[in-house]
């Protein structure tokens, strides 16, 4: 087999690297305390060698970055932090919560709330995560716009990031009624009224918000199928997309940098 | 010119085709007959998944629901001069949240002008702001409908005299019973003549060309 070409590993700081061999250790005699001391890179090496991955990981995490590169280029991976966040609290809440809109829905949140052990906590973080994520899209999507970002070739990315932060409001929508108090009910058919004022399809839109023509039995389940199932799969897809964008265009330089004037490229151009 | 006879003959079927690989006479290579086989049955397959699933999701919007009457009180119980408030369910399934207010009073040849609805003999107005939903209160001394959330105000027959409302508060069918009792049914719409329309939701305009930006629902009976 021939020998594939090693690609380069990132430097590790000194304290991490591994000393060299002292003199009458490397006689190549292996003990199980080396095997051990290699199982971790064994594995690695054993995925990599039937997947090819780590090129991929690479491909993907050690990439070159412009100068100025600063505190505001975090903002897009704080939004994508958010996202999961809400993504594993939310799946654990769903292990509590009863779509019944015949009193078990409220009843099974009161119960999170003042019953469930840290069920406040898991809670709280999705209630106040959700509100940190859109303020987190629309910081991401203002340093984006106001460092150019957007412009050729990177505008495909700005259209996905504009679907993500309308399945990002969907998600808000769906979300707030879930609790089932008095809040959530209003606050959801003014929403869904506010959905039926469009011309033509509106009314038809607020139809399949309900799931018929009156807030019934089937609209809280139908939100919560939207709210945990629909839109975070069309999310978790969509976030892909926009990360591969990224890591195949590369970032851009701040706008308050310019290029660099170089002596050989003025040369060569004439 | 002499013709070549070693020459390939040329391919009728398939020289302006530009189908790669076709023998001669063929108009489908086995490739090309392949792939389309092949695609045709996963659209078929997805389709058999994906169209029942949709119809599944967006069938609610053409369910016509049976009328429902309910009986609301005794007749002596109104009067003509102001609302009585009472619970009707609209949606026997959700306990609490199927419930609403309707103000019913009796008809009043004074002032209720109404050419479209002469038969009836009560009047039965929602409590569903116009505007977005919110519930409306009638506010005696005011002898106003006052919606809490964005300050719509309705004058005693429901028509619209201040804010957003697009037009004026919903009605409900009356009828008396055997038992000398007022019944409510189905819930209708009307536009500024108060004229009736197949209920729509809030903020859906119905004069002029909102009536037909803003259609009924397809399982509603037309007015």
């Known amino acids: 087999m021939a ?50 991955l780590s090129g991929g990981v690479r491909w993907m995490l050690f990439r070159k970055v412009p100068k100025g590169t600063n505190w505001f280029y975090t903002l897009g991976s704080a939004t994508m932090f958010a996202f999961l966040s809400q993504a594993v609290t939310g799946v654990f809440l769903a292990m509590y919560y009863r779509p019944d809109p015949n009193g078990g829905a409220y009843e099974s949140i009161r119960h999170v709330t003042n019953e469930v052990f840290l069920g406040q906590f898991v809670r709280g973080m999705h209630k106040w995560g959700s509100s940190v994520m859109v303020v987190l899209v629309f910081l991401h999507m203002g340093r984006t716009f106001f460092f150019g ?8 990315n700005w259209v996905i990031g ?31 009224n506010i959905n039926g004022t469009g011309p033509l399809i509106g009314p038809y839109l607020s139809d399949f918000l309900r799931g018929g023509p009156e807030f019934g039995a089937t609209t809280l389940s139908r939100f919560y199928a939207i709210h945990m199932l629909l839109v ?12 591969y964008l990224v890591a195949r265009l590369g970032t851009t330089a701040p706008p308050w940098l310019k290029a660099e004037e170089s002596p050989e490229l003025r040369e060569a151009e004439v | 010119m002499v013709p070549d006879k070693h020459a390939k003959p040329t391919p009728i079927y398939t020289l302006d085709r530009a189908i790669p690989g076709a023998f001669d006479g063929e108009t489908v290579t086995r490739r090309r007959f392949m792939t389309g086989s092949a695609h045709t049955a996963g659209a078929i397959a997805a389709s058999a998944f994906l169209l029942p699933s949709l119809a599944f999701a967006v069938g609610p919007i053409f369910k016509s629901t049976p009328a429902r009457w309910e009986s609301v009180g005794p007749t002596d119980m109104f009067n003509e001069f102001n609302y009585v408030p009472v619970i009707l369910t609209l949606n026997p399934q959700i306990g609490e949240a199927g419930k609403t207010t309707v103000y019913v009073r009796k008809f009043n040849p004074a002032i209720d002008v109404d050419p479209y609805d002469k038969g009836a003999k009560f009047i039965a107005i929602s ?19 006052i919606c809490p959330c964005h300050g719509g105000v309705y004058d005693l027959l429901g028509r619209p005299v201040g804010g957003p409302p697009v037009r004026p508060l919903d009605r409900f069918y009356t009828r008396v019973n055997a038992n000398s009792e007022v019944e409510l049914g189905p819930r209708f719409s009307v536009n500024s003549q108060l004229r009736p329309f197949s209920p729509r939701d809030p903020g859906e305009a119905l004069d002029g060309i909102g009536q037909y930006l803003y259609p009924s629902r397809p399982g509603a009976q037309k007015l």
């Open chain 1, 149 to 156: 970002a957007y412009k050729y070739p990177r505008e495909l």
């Open chain 2, 127 to 145: 409590n569903r702001c116009a505007h977005l939903g919110c519930p409306v209160r009638w506010v005696d001394a005011a002898e106003r409908f």
């Open chain 1, 162 to 192: 504009v679907v993500l932060l309308i399945l990002t409001m969907v998600m808000s929508f769906t979300g707030y009624l879930l609790p089932f108090d008095q809040r959530a009910y209003w606050a959801t058919i003014v929403g869904v």
């Open chain 1, 232 to 243: 975070p799969g069309l999310l978790i897809a969509l976030i892909s997309a926009h990360l």
């Open chain 1, 3 to 52: 020998k594939l070409p090693k690609p380069p590993t990132p430097t590790l700081p000194a304290p991490l690297q591994a000393p060299p061999p002292r003199p009458g250790e490397g006689n190549g005699k292996v003990t199980p305390a080396d095997q051990a001391g290699q199982a971790g890179t064994s594995v690695v090496d054993w995925v990599d060698e039937r997947t090819s």
